[in-house]
């Protein structure tokens, strides 16, 4: 059992099978970090949309309520992480960062005509990651 995961979560994805696997590596005291990272284009769109930066953390907050119901169902202890950036080098930063025991991704796999079997975050976690790193399909 893990006592520190880090999840790394895409509010664009139901992260089904990813919370099933987080629920089966938490024991008792588990806390899990629920990461979700803004890009800067993101950041970039909604401002000149009119948007603040403030409103679009508290729009992705409520896109990872369902992420939150899940762990909170399987009674796992979570906090949660929203980031502005890239996705990619934040995930690794929080991975290498010495507080985590391993790194949980749902594979978003990139586009079928590329023929990766990884999609490019899932990828660069993997590769740079100090610590385990789980991907579920």
Known sequence: MFKNILLGVDTQLTNEKALKEVSKLAGEGTVVTILNAISEQDAQAS????IHLDKLTEQRSKGLAPTRQ?????GIEYEEMIVRG??????VKQANSGKYDIVLLSNRKAEDKKKFVLGSVSHKVAKRAHIPVLIVK
Do not use: F, Q, R, T
């Open 47 to 50: 401002i000149k949309s009119g």
């Open 70 to 74: 899940a762990l909170e169902d399987y």
């Open 86 to 91: 890239n996705a990619k080098e934040k995930l």
